[in-house]
């Protein structure tokens, strides 16, 4: 992840997301990255409560991980979140777990919008699509051949 445009989350490893060995359960990363992505929507404005009632929901459709390193219990923790990419109904997260200075995990997540009662893909708000947009890493130059 490269630019400004990244919301960071600082996150405590507690005794109930570990193992008996100590470590982080691979399922609880998931859950990491879900606060980081929530909290990256509210520092936009965004409370997801709200969003629902207005008839807005945000799901998640694919999840790409790659672990590298566990963490272990009460490690303090950074969420990293910036798109990746986006469309009118979903959105591409790329998401990084680092401590200190090492990487843990890096994942992509695609989130559909969803119009909650139907369960029908829905256009993003423009005021949240105008927003992610700025986040938007931008796009890679093709190497020459």
Request: hydrophobic share 45%.
């Given at each position: 992840m490269t630019a400004a445009s990244i919301h960071s989350l600082p996150v405590?490893?507690?005794?109930?997301?570990?193992?008996?060995?100590?470590?982080?359960?691979?399922a609880n990363y998931l859950h990491f990255?879900?606060?980081?992505?929530t909290?990256?929507?509210?520092?936009?404005?965004?409370?997801?409560?709200?969003?629902?009632?207005?008839?807005?929901?945000?799901?998640?459709?694919?999840?790409?991980?790659?672990?590298?390193?566990?963490a272990k219990l009460d490690d303090?923790?950074?969420?990293?979140?910036?798109?990746?990419?986006?469309?009118?109904?979903?959105v591409s997260f790329a998401q990084r777990i680092v401590r200190d200075a090492q990487t843990?995990?890096?994942?992509?997540i695609r989130v559909?919008?969803?119009?909650?009662?139907?369960?029908?893909p829905v256009a993003m708000p423009r005021g949240i699509y105008r927003q992610l947009t700025g986040l938007a890493a931008p796009p890679a130059e093709m190497e020459p051949q």
């Amino acid at each position: 992840m490269t630019a400004a445009s990244i919301h960071s989350l600082p996150v405590r490893v507690y005794y109930e997301d570990t193992d008996c060995a100590g470590i982080v359960y691979y399922a609880n990363y998931l859950h990491f990255l879900e606060r980081g992505r929530t909290e990256l929507l509210r520092a936009l404005g965004h409370d997801q409560n709200v969003l629902m009632q207005e008839g807005i929901a945000f799901a998640v459709r694919s999840v790409n991980a790659e672990f590298f390193l566990p963490a272990k219990l009460d490690d303090l923790l950074t969420v990293e979140t910036t798109v990746a990419a986006l469309g009118r109904a979903q959105v591409s997260f790329a998401q990084r777990i680092v401590r200190d200075a090492q990487t843990l995990l890096e994942a992509n997540i695609r989130v559909a919008c969803l119009d909650p009662a139907r369960g029908k893909p829905v256009a993003m708000p423009r005021g949240i699509y105008r927003q992610l947009t700025g986040l938007a890493a931008p796009p890679a130059e093709m190497e020459p051949q």
